[in-house]
């Protein structure tokens, strides 16, 4: 078993061949599924598709959707991570729970790992996250998070989606966490892109109005101050390849979940 994140309820690992049945229980419900991709159940074949995918993935990139399980019992409760969409050339973040498991707080939970975990960890320089229209639990969650919503349009599936982004916070010191991986990002992936140097729009920088004197009413350049904002992001989350379209994202075996439970 490969532990990728853990927060104070959740361990968050890689799929293994041995998941689908109980992964199945999940993206077989209707009522699961009703914001995820095609709004449609998954087949058992396609969750073992979703599985193989994903295990393809932490190879290929670095990274991909995972197992959410129990930190106590070790039970599959969920899955969620990271995943492409079409539409996008950065990652989307997604979370899907189990119903049983609603209304805990364990989206929120691991939507703020999630975050920590790509910027500080993988390297990311932008998150994307993507929603139904109706899913005003999953945005809620992604607004905790600090997602803010960016646009509308139409998923693959042609249904009206939401998108939210979410880009990585400035340091005073404008370097990196030691710890960030470069290797994680996907080199299949167009350079140039949010992936690599793409602009922050947290940064900035404003200038205070220079004085006057007081005595030759002149203004005097060398009163000029230059300083830097410094912004604390509080916007407002939830993906994969074949994951569905979601906020926090579920997954769809065609595209990102949209909507997180």
Not at 96 to 106: M, T, Y
Request: charged share 25%; glycine share 10%; proline share 8%.
């Amino acid at each position: 078993m490969v532990t990728v994140l853990q927060t104070d309820r959740l361990l968050l690992r890689r799929f293994e061949t041995g998941d689908g049945e109980h992964l199945h229980a999940i993206t077989g419900d209707p009522v699961v599924m009703r914001f995820v991709g095609d709004l449609k159940p998954f087949s058992p074949q396609q969750t073992r598709t979703m599985i193989e995918d994903a295990m393809a993935h932490y190879e290929q990139r670095g990274f991909g959707e995972y197992a959410i399980t129990c930190k106590t019992t070790r039970e599959l409760i969920g899955y969620g991570g990271f995943t492409i969409l079409p539409e996008r050339a950065y990652p989307d973040i997604d979370y899907i729970f189990r119903p049983d498991q609603w209304g805990r707080g364990l989206a929120s939970e691991l939507a703020y790992e999630l975050v920590r975990y790509a910027f500080e960890e993988l390297g990311f320089e932008v998150l994307g996250a993507s929603f139904d229209p109706h899913n005003h639990a999953s945005m809620h969650v992604a607004a905790k998070a600090g997602f803010q919503f960016a646009r509308t349009g139409l998923d693959e599936h042609g249904l009206p989606t939401l998108y939210y982004e979410l880009r990585r916070p400035v340091r005073a010191s404008g370097s990196r966490r030691p710890g960030s991986n470069p290797k994680a990002l996907n080199p299949g992936l167009p350079s140039g892109g949010p992936f690599s140097g793409a602009p922050r729009i947290l940064e900035g920088q404003l200038t205070r109005p220079a004085r006057r004197d007081p005595v030759r009413r002149e203004l005097d350049p060398s009163e000029n101050v230059r300083y830097q904002r410094n912004v604390e992001v509080r916007s407002s989350i939830v993906g994969p390849s074949l994951m569905p379209r979601a906020t926090a994202v579920i997954i769809c075996p065609t595209r990102p979940a949209r909507g997180a439970h």
